[in-house]
Structures are given as C-alpha cells and as structure tokens.
C-alpha cells in the first residue's frame, strides 16, 4: 500500500476506524480537535456513532455507556480534558470494562497552554482516577508508530478488559508523516460474554464498581492486581538505538526520544559511546529490559517535556549504580539536540570515565 | 382463587435495603410492573444511579449497570447510540440527577435521546444522611442547612419536569406522586407514557415520582405520606408538562 501524507491526530482517527472502532463520543480541546472533527465526517458514513458530548465528563460517561454495550469505543482528549474524564476512567477500571483513550498532551497546570507536553505522565500512569489501577500506556513516537499502536490498542484493551490510552504530545498530533494505513477491519460481531444487551434467553448481567463488603471489595482489587502484575511481566515494549555498546544511556519518550535520537548520534560524532533507550509502554514500564541493560552502562541522561515525571521510573530501576541526570523543558518548550549532547557532554565528565572509542 | 396481584415478574424476590416507608420499593414495582407490561423485558437495560437506589441493580430481573454520581444520562446515551433497538432508563434521584448530573439530563434532553428517565424526588440526600438536595423546599431543615433552606443562602428548590418541558428533544415530562393508591395509578400511567415516547422514537420521557424518606424527614412512614401532601406538593405540584402528540391525550 502506498504511504500518504497524515496529519497525527487525522491519523489516529483513521486508524481507530479501520481497528473496528464503532462509536466516539469527545469534545473539542486543543491540540487534538482534528480528531474529533474527522470522526464527526467519518464515522457517520460508516454508519457508525460519532457524538460530540457536552464535556469531557460526559463523553468518558458514554463511551462508558457504549463500552458496557461490548462495542469498540473510544475519546480522545488534551490534558485538562483527561482531568474530567478521570472520574469515568476509574470506574471503568473498576467494572473492568474495556476502552480506548487518546490523549495528546498539552502544557499545564491548570489551563496552561496549548503547546505540546509530556507533563501528563504521573496522571496517565500512576492516578488516571481514583483507588487502585493503572491503565496500559502507550506512547507513539511518530505519526505511523501512533497508527500502529492505534490499530493494536482494541486488541489490547479487550483482551485484558484494560482501558488503553495512547499518549503523545501536541506535536504528534499536530504534526504530518508518510504514513501507510493498515486495511480496514471488518466489525465485530460477536459481543463479549459481559456485554449489556438486554437479556433475551440468558440471566441478567450487571456492569458495576461497587462492592459494599470490604472483603468482597479487597477481592475484587486483589483480581484488578493480580492482572495488573501479569500486564506488568508481559506488556513491557521499547525501542532502542545504538544500545549494544552503550556507555551513556539516553531515556526519553514520543517525539522527545526523535531529538534525543540526534543527540545520540552526534555524540558518537564527537566519540561518546551513546545509546537510546524509548519505552513504548510507559505502564508497565519496561523496567526489565533497562534493568538488562544497567551493568554496561557508566550514566543515564532522562529528557522529558515535564518537571522529571517518568526519570523517577528510571531512577528505580538504576537506583545509585550510576548517575541519572534530568534534562525537561516545561510549559511546551521543545529541548534541542545540542543541549542533549551538552548534558551528555556533562554526564560524561560527571562519571570521570569517559569512553574513548 | 383469581390473582388479582402479584409480585412482577422483572422484580427480583428479595428484601430491598430501603427503610420502612421509603417511596423507592413503590417506585421499583411500577417501573418492573411498566417494563413486564410493555413486554420488553427481554430487551430492557437499566443504568443505576449513585444514591439510595445504587441497588436497584439488585431488584430489577434486567441487564443493569451502574453510573457515576449523576452520569446515568450520559451513560444511557453511549448504551442507546450503540443499541437503538433496545430500551434503556435511567433511574435516578434528585441529589444524583437534579445537582451533580444537572449537565447531563439538561443535555440528553437537548439531543432528544430516545431513553427514559425515572427520577425520584424526595428533596434530600438520603444516602448520606439526609442533606440539603436542590430539591429541598425552602424552609426544610436538614443536616447541611440546620436554619431551614433559605433562599438568599440557598437558592431555590428546582421543578425539572417543567424545566425540560420547554425543550423540543422532550417527548414526555411529567411529575406523579406515590402518596396514594389513586396517585400511584396515575405515576404508572405516567411511567408507561415515558416508555412508550422511548419506543416510539419520540424523543426523551422523564417522569418526576414525589416519594417518602420518613428516615431523614424524621417522620413515621405514615406521616411521611401526610408530609409529601402538605410540604412537598405545594412546590411540586402534579401534571404532564409535555406531552407528545404521538402520545395521544
């Protein structure tokens, strides 16, 4: 197939068709309408739901709602529009009902800006809501890595009844890339075993979070935890650059991990034996694979468009072996490749050792 | 020997969790009484609200799941727009839809969504304990407005069913009372036209049921009838404020 010219979040949405999405429910927030606004002209003449809710809240609500019917559904949003719609997404957690979630961040707190951001990192991966849950998180770098990951993510989302959000930054979705479109898959039919659809000729089912005995509530957790720690040992994705021989390594993820990708190679330019590290799931954290790669290493440097979110990760996988800087511009300053390699410049003499090639 | 009642079928046979007197086991019949009488039990989907009738999942014989505080409007509408073909309500309070879910009902009225809302007003929190709802009649005292509702502190009770009226996406608003067998007649007849607006494709039915809370009116059972008649209905009073032409007089 041939490889067209995409706009990231006109992309996402396509891709999110053609994954067997059938119903959206957003609303307009920047910088991701475009996605919503294709889903507006998409999804109806698929005969499929599109429907633009009258808040965050009510759209999570919905895909909620239409989730519980066993369907494909998804939202998509910015940063103070994933603060409402966590809510929604912890009792969707809670009721284990499977959905997917965009959110292409943006700068904040607060209002903020609509420049592009990492910022939503603790949000996405640590307290997406209230009580006890992670949802799996995947961070796409370029414009077909966030279809690729897009086209997976029902897969995903419904195989472990996990909710599944796709976060990239303002200029992932704002951005345009080649990108070649997977084909168009053929809806579901079948409805899963949990699925609300009135019941003809079977008992009722219930979709529900509340569990009033707090042991049949711990129980319930235990179950949620023990999913948890089998996405954990098995859900682990990354990619890597110049890894093998890696003395310094770079950590960064989405687009930041491209310009650190620069930085690696004009360090090896200038003789550092530099390497890249991209966690694709930012939860589960690929802990396992950087664990593997630690003993070589003589420095960590983590680059993230936030005040340091996903460097304490990396810092409790290191621990004190060796120094982890933090290089982060907030507030949707994008750091360039020549302060990259300036850090690492610094990391290098920090450590004392540095590697002559 | 003729039955002449019995329990309905799509009721479970369960002692509910509601205090003596409380309007919502009226509510659950009639609502299970409508559904069994439609003949959609089959294909009938209940969205539970955040409050007192949190349960209700327990009681209705139906597929059920259950909202966030306020959210079952919203819920309904991604259940409806997936599955037009079945029928879906919301059963709500007056905390849970007239307060934290105001958003929601306003706008699920505004887009017509064809599902029926089953909203019980009893003018407090009765879950939590007995606070101040937006329902409260003004002068009513409860834990979070000791004095009595004060209009300059506490603004005014709300009249949903009349307020949704003016809005075209409405099918079917009305407001019953279950302080009498005669006024339970007439609340299942209402609850039926909000049905049938959903099975008609009419647009949105809401019906407002007035129901006892004797636990935090601190009243008997007894006396909590006497107080919807005497406090509750000067300021909600009964009526269809919309009716659907399709709907017939």
Known sequence: MARELWKGNEALAEAAVRAGAEAFFGYPITPQTELLEYMARRMPELGRTFLQAESEVAAIHMVYGAACAGVRALSSSSSPGISLMQEGLSYLAGSEVPCVLVDIMRGGPGLGNIQPSQSDYFQLTRSAGHGDFHPLVLAPATVQEAVDLMYGSFELAFGWRTLVILAGDGTLGQMMEPVEMPPMRALAVERPDWALTGAAGRPPRVISSLYLDAAELEESNLRLQAKLRQMAATQQRWEGFCVEDADYLVVAFGTVARIAQSAVRAARRAGIRAGLFRPVTLWPYPRQPLEAICPQLRGVLVVEMNGGQMVEDVRCVVRERVPVRFLGHLGGVIPMPDEIEAELAQLVSLSGRAALS | ?249
């Open chain 2, 1 to 249: 020997m003729e039955t002449i009642y019995r329990r309905p079928a799509l009721l479970a046979d369960l002692p509910t969790h509601y205090c003596p007197g409380c309007g919502h086991g009226t509510v659950h019949r009639l609502v299970a009484e409508t559904i069994e009488g439609l003949g959609i039990g089959s294909r009938t989907i209940c969205v539970a609200p955040v409050g007192c009738a949190v349960l209700a999942y327990k009681y209705f014989v139906l597929d059920c799941c259950v909202a966030a505080h306020g959210r079952a409007p919203a819920m309904a509408t991604g259940l409806k727009r997936v599955l037009p073909d079945r029928v879906v309500f919301t059963y709500q309070g007056d905390g849970d839809l007239a307060s934290i879910g105001g958003n929601e009902i306003l706008h699920a009225a505004l887009r017509g969504e064809p599902i029926t809302v089953i909203f019980v007003n009893n003018g407090v929190y009765g879950m939590t304990g007995g606070q101040m709802a937006p329902t409260t009649p003004l002068g009513m005292r409860t834990t979070s407005s000791p004095l009595g509702r004060e209009p300059r502190q506490q603004g005014y009770p709300i009249q949903l069913p009349e307020l949704l009226a003016t809005l075209p996406g409405v099918a079917y608003a009305a407001r019953r009372s279950t302080h009498s067998v005669a006024e339970i007649r007439r609340a299942r007849q209402a609850i039926e036209r909000a049905f049938t607006a959903q099975l008609r494709g009419l647009g949105l039915g809401i019906v407002e049921l007035l129901g006892a809370c004797p636990t935090n009116w601190q009243v008997s059972p007894g006396e909590a009838l006497e107080f919807i008649q005497q406090v509750m209905l000067p300021v909600y009073p009964l009526g269809e404020f919309k009716v659907a032409a399709e709907l017939g007089a």
